[in-house]
Nanobody, 116 residues
Framework: QVQLVESGGGLVQPGGSLRLSCAVSGSIFSTDVMGWYRQAPGKERELVAFIGFGGITKYADSVKGRFTISRDNAKKTVYLQMSSLKPEDTAVYYC??????????WGQGTQVTVSS
């Protein structure tokens, strides 16, 4: 059974940094699209960033220049380095793995709270 387990969330002050990790228990192919999403209270889940084959990345406009997504296929882990955090980045962050049209798995989420 495929499991994605996020870690690294927590409470951080505005301007601070956090690094989220997503460990994949099943297989991970270089062609898989690995993504980070977030959901704030009362809001829809939104894409934060994804990384595809060859390291192609895409970021939400709200995080460009502050967040960096990366992957280590050998370690079956995806990372989200978050810097210059703002209160509006507060949300539950979810990891996602997609392969084709039928392979779509989510982690349980990790809470990130940005507050002074």
């Amino acid at each position: 059974q495929v499991q994605l387990v996020e870690s690294g969330g927590g409470l951080v002050q505005p301007g601070g940094s956090l690094r989220l990790s997503c460990a994949v228990s099943g297989s991970i192919f270089s062609t898989d699209v690995m993504g980070w999403y977030r959901q704030a209270p009362g809001k829809e889940r939104e894409l934060v960033a994804f990384i595809g084959f060859g390291g192609i990345t895409k970021y939400a406009d709200s995080v460009k220049g502050r967040f960096t997504i990366s992957r280590d296929n050998a370690k079956k882990t995806v990372y989200l380095q978050m810097s210059s955090l703002k209160p509006e980045d507060t949300a539950v962050y979810y990891c996602n793995q997609r392969r084709g049209n039928r392979y779509d798995y989510w982690g349980q989420g990790t809470q990130v709270t940005v507050s002074s």
